[in-house]
């Protein structure tokens, strides 16, 4: 796996996981953000893909890369949630680290089958 191919899958992976904290913690989806979902997504899929059914990397390996992006996401998604007036990270601590990562993962494994569509993403978002 080239580097390059990595750090493309991570640049996108780091703009999928912000949007995924933005949904979890607000309790809320917008247009955007499941557009900028989709077309990380999208950009994972591409770089990831070998061939039909061969992935430079497998959908078990995807916690360790969320985790280690997860500070930076948190404070990225910290300074664009309510409308983008910064409140700082104390509601974002009560937050499940967990249900956030698992989210992002349900989102993610949608690449490794057929083509996805938004109402796919959508379908895998259950906001009370």
């Known amino acids: 796996m080239g580097a390059k191919e990595i750090e493309y899958m991570l640049s996108s992976l780091k703009i999928l996981l912000m949007h995924v904290i933005k ?7 917008t247009n955007s953000w499941i557009g900028s979902i989709y077309s990380s997504l999208k950009n994972i899929k591409k770089y990831n893909t070998l061939g039909k059914k061969a992935y430079q990397i497998k959908i078990d390996m995807w916690r360790s890369y969320l985790e ?6 948190l404070g990225m998604a910290s300074v664009e949630m309510h409308e ?20 992002a993962l349900i989102i993610l494994s949608l690449q490794y089958g057929k083509q996805f569509s938004i109402e796919d993403i959508l379908n895998k978002i259950d906001i009370d």
């Open 23 to 29: 949904i979890v913690v607000e309790q809320k989806t």
């Open 68 to 73: 280690e992006i997860y500070l930076d996401c």
């Open 84 to 103: 983008g007036v910064y409140e700082g990270r104390a509601e974002l601590v009560e937050v499940n680290k967990d249900t956030i990562l698992d989210l």
